[in-house]
């Protein structure tokens, strides 16, 4: 575990020729990969000294073995020099800025002393600037004709894409050799580089221009073997080899005194080759290709992207002692627990160390062995010697062996810590530390209530987990990271987890005045929310004790607790208060007490700030929140079991009398629309500022259409009433909305396409069945049955079209939020608040000299306040009359 | 109770400011104007004040809260809840306003030119309920080109000349003369031109005198596009009324299609103070740094609360300033942030690796590894944030500490 050394920095640069030579272990001589019996061939590219691959080898160069050897550099020294691709474009603005023949920057002495001395300020402060200088000091360079150091004509440079270089001169455009052009940056002095930015210890820029080419080893460019013995190698290697075969052919020629135009093609190749192995994906040069057409993966290739090195190798890790499985719910674990099954506990180990106190314990876990949970699987002894229980015959005889200090690798346990993680994870609560508990069959199990962070549902989505291994990982989980530090979201400063669906429901229908319990039943609700403590005094005392749910609730409510809310229930408009309100929608807590009042979603649900839940959280702690949702929130199910609770076909039904008002509804809104059309159609219809007439009759048509689908919900509402079990879901919150409803039990209403009626498809219809320029409702998509009464043909279409486009829409908007996401987290992933409470980046600059302005955590907040004076102040007040 | 007297103005002021230090002012103004509102008594009200600062000091920040990824996330997140619903907008628009993502990425990528620009001129007090004023102020601002006030425009290839047949009634709407009409055309019939009217001056024929025909289409179209009076930029301006709750006027404003910001507060009778544009990089333009942070707040905030996303205030100002605090507005985004981050490894990261690379070796740039994705590249440390950022270590009795700090 000990650190040696601490890596402080990382220096880029541009190798040496020489420094090439210096790193690498041998030259590469031959093309040959390996001889007839299979063996490397000596000063081949997979010669024994560049590492051993082969596991059990022992590389020649440094005695290691495949795990721990390296890997080593060869090199192959090129017959003729060859440009750099990816250097190109700055050989390109050097050449351009230095004089041809005396190599100095084409600026008057002064100024170049001038611009030397401002590049060396701006280099300590402002690094990015030292940039927009040195390509001002370029531009203003190029322009010169004549050098003013040694008055040499200057002439234009032209780089053709990716790295051929041509000269405009008296008699023409010259094309410009690789040795030409290592021979002019050359004669660049190093002072006249560090005005051009580069620092001439780190890269001289004829370094750029390739007289020895890099050898990587083959640790990175291993070769398969296939099962039918076959070697097949890999892109990097096959490169190389065509690079050494073109070398090989430049250099005989070369030797051989062949014509120049023999050379030059074969130069060219080389440089071809060379350029490729670098970056395959040049403009302007075809893509070197496999023999099965598919084009290679070369250096830049593998670096770049997703699944390049980056991104997919080095910011992006693998890690051991995880899991992934199925979730399914579990309403009787606690919110901070996740139910692990045993198979999945006896792979995932967790280290603890060998102590005076543990060892009985340790004991036992080492002689159940690997197979039998609650186990062990590996010993550690202090010298660093793994015991593989595996393979150990007779466990409790190792068993004894334990010593303090020893470390048992042992199974997953109740009470252990975890990470559990479901993607996308798009905040910090899609990773929460939870507190295992192993249990029968193949799921991981967890709480409904913390679906809502994870965004998760049963319906086979599958989660992550991850065991934290040393001390200070677990005691941070533990501490940061547990579920119930993430009920409040750093979001918008309100409960994240939270009451939803069934338990919103149970929490109404318990806190309806229809609720009441006689003592055993009361005893039974409250037993399953684990409440152990004496029975409040009964609300009814004739015919005998009954309690009410308001009742039950309040057992579990702190004692000084004061809160008063309006329940979703309430109505929108009209009254509501102390006195009265409409389906007991005041909510009114004094002293711990529920006295008026329903609970649902504006008293209990998630993702809402103001409610019964948060206040509770705010004030009385994130323990008591947990504690509310392992219990009370418990009770809530236990009496939606106990009440029974369904909907069907029958819960969206409505009595003729009410599918005649509907009807007419309907009717009344084509005639109208009727009337619009034919308004249109005489030319009377005024058009709305800054519409066409035909846009302003579509946004007429568009509202009646709109509005007529609201009325006949209206009545379809009025109808169901509350005691419909679809309509209770929908008032409370619970799940569902009353368009919903309003689409089953009257009509679908208009379909559209980009917020448009439905128009395209055929020339001015949008399907066969109706007259082109047609304008009705039916002829556009407006669907005027319910999904009970069933759909038209033609109605069916419509929707369909409908609901395509709302899936073609997510598909291609969350790559685009994703993105956004992408660049949103990169731009701001340094930033922290420092000790003296300004926000900084990672460069130490400040970006707000207070966070927030006001230094608070929003996730501490009330909905973003640090305190909520107003509820604070009439606090008091209440307490006043209460003395 | 025994009639205790609520606290006097002075008094409470002053016992609340004895936390000047401690509470924010927006805190302390509200402390005072509450306690004040519900008559507290002296000790009702230090009840009220102590628990304030008890609740204000529990909800700080830790230090080394990684607030940048936080705040990432908290926009992030919703914005891609924002594709999986689906909006209907049956209601009357007299303007199309880009909301939602696109509009969302538009301001972070800080484009140019956002793809509906828009103005909302509010007018000088004087005037701001005489929609006489407002409409004369729209109509001045509103671009109107040639094209604009004819009924058809042709080509005589013949008389090598280009026959404007004006609209009486679209002239009348925008406002112009002939003679303005004239005066614009003076600017394009060229040195050759002529311009003539017919006696009833409702045929306009401008000669050009050249035979080529690609020229005399080129000068077609540049007479067109002529303008004749408005400002460059604003395609359409309408005259809103705002009115209060109770239906009555508060006063005009202009909404503009297309955005010429700079131009519409130089007009006289608009109130430069309270007139807005969408567009981000124009404000940066014409009234600085902070005003364009406030309305980078102000545009994602817009788009956040069209879609009844609720996103704590903190977070959207985090963003505005990691966009302004170098003094300019930058993007996020490879040519902004992201992109000037001192750190090669960072920055190969994000985008444009084998560039940011080349460039460090070629610069011999040197990477401090200072920052999050730098540390995760090395691995075998923690990144410096959060408890990582932590650089004490307890010295353990036996011996010296193991590992060093980050």
Partial sequence: MAQYKVISGIKFGILSPDTIRKLAVMRIETSELYDEQGFPVPGGLMDRRLGSIEPGAVCQTCGNRAATCPGHFGYIDLARPVIHPEFAPYIANLLKATCRNCGRVKLPPDKLEQVSRRMERLAKRWPALKRKLVQAVIREAAKQTVCPHCKTPQYKIRLEKPYTFYEQREVGVVKLTPLEIRERLERIPDSDLLVLGLDPKESRPEWMVLTVLPVVPPAVRPSITLESGERSEDDLTHKLVDILRANQRLKENIEAGSPSLVIEDLWNLLQYHVATYFDNELPGIAAARHRSGRPLRTLAQRLKGKEGRFRGSLAGKRVDFSARTVISPDPNLSVNEVGVPVEIAKVLTVPEKVTPWNIEKLKQLVSNGPDKWPGANYIIKPDGARVDLRYVKHLDEVAETLRPGYIVERHLMDGDIVLFNRQPSLHRMSIMAHIVRVLPYKTFRLNLLVTIPYNADFDGDEMNLHAPQSEEAQAEARTLMLVQEHIMTPRYGAPIIGGLHDYITGAYLLTRKDAIFDKSSAAQLLYAASYSGPLPEPAILKPGPYWTGKQLVSVFLPNDMDFVGKAAVAPAGGKCDEEYCENDGYILVKKGRLLLGVLDKNAVGAEKHGTLLHELVVVYGVEKGREIMDTLFKLFLMYLDMHGFTMGVDSVQVPEEARREIREIIEEAKRKVEELIASYARGELVPMPGKTRRETLEDLIMSVLADARTRAGEVAGRYLGMFNHAVIMARTGARGSMLNLTQMASLVGQQSVRGKRIERGYTGRPLPHFKPSDLSPEARGFVASSFSTGLAPTEFFFHAVSGREGLVDTAVRTAQSGYMYRRLQNALQDFYVAYDGTVRNSEGMVIQFRYGEDGVDPSRSDHGKPVNVEKLVKRIVALRGVG | ?406
């Fill in chain 2, 1 to 406: 109770m025994e009639g205790a007297q609520p606290i006097s103005p002075e008094e409470l002021w002053s016992e609340i400011e004895k936390y000047h230090d401690t509470l924010p002012e927006s805190l302390r103004k509200e402390l005072y104007s509450k306690i004040l509102e519900y008559g507290l008594t002296r000790e009702e009200a230090l009840a009220v004040i102590s628990e304030a600062v008890k609740r204000y000091l529990s909800s700080l920040v830790n230090p080394g809260e990684a607030v940048g990824t936080v705040a990432a996330q908290s926009i992030g997140e919703p914005a891609t809840q924002m594709t999986l619903r689906t909006f209907h907008f049956a209601g009357v628009r007299e303007l199309n306003v880009t909301l939602g993502l696109p509009r969302l990425i538009e301001v972070v990528d800080l484009r140019r030119e956002p793809s509906t620009p828009m103005m909302e001129i509010h007018l000088e007090p004087e005037i701001a309920k005489d929609e006489e004023a407002a409409l004369r102020i729209a109509r001045e601002i509103e671009l109107t080109t040639v094209e604009n006030l004819c009924r058809s425009a042709t080509i005589d290839y013949y008389e090598s000349a280009v026959i404007l047949e004006l609209d009486p009634e679209m002239m009348e709407n925008r406002g112009v003369t002939l003679d303005d009409l004239l005066r614009a055309l003076e600017k394009v019939k060229g040195k050759k031109g002529s311009v003539e009217v017919s006696e009833d001056g409702s045929t306009v024929i401008i000669r050009l005198g050249t035979d080529d025909v690609i020229k005399l289409r080129r000068a077609y179209e540049r007479i067109l596009n002529q303008r004749v009076k408005g400002l460059k930029g604003v395609r359409h301006a309408i005259v809103k009324p705002i009115r209060n709750d109770k239906g009555e006027l508060v006063e005009y404003v202009i909404l503009t299609e297309g955005s010429n910001f700079q131009g519409v507060l130089s007009i006289p009778g608009v109130d430069p103070t309270r007139t807005r544009t969408n567009n981000i990089q124009e404000i940066y333009e014409v009234l600085g740094i902070e005003a364009a942070r406030a309305a980078i707040i102000e545009e994602i905030k817009k788009v956040l609360d069209e879609h009844g996303l609720d996103v704590d205030y903190r977070h959207i100002m985090l963003v505005a300033d990691a966009m302004t605090y170098t003094g300019k507005v930058r993007q996020v985004g490879r040519h902004g942030v992201a992109g000037e981050k001192e750190s090669v490894l960072a920055r190969a990261s994000f985008e444009v690796t084998v560039k940011n690379l080349v460039e460090a070796a070629l610069f011999g740039e040197e990477d401090p590894l200072r920052g999050v994705i730098e540390n995760i590249i090395i691995g075998n440390r923690p990144i410096p944030l959060g408890t990582g950022s932590v650089k004490l270590k307890l010295r353990v009795a036996s011996g010296a500490p193991k590992r060093g700090g980050a």
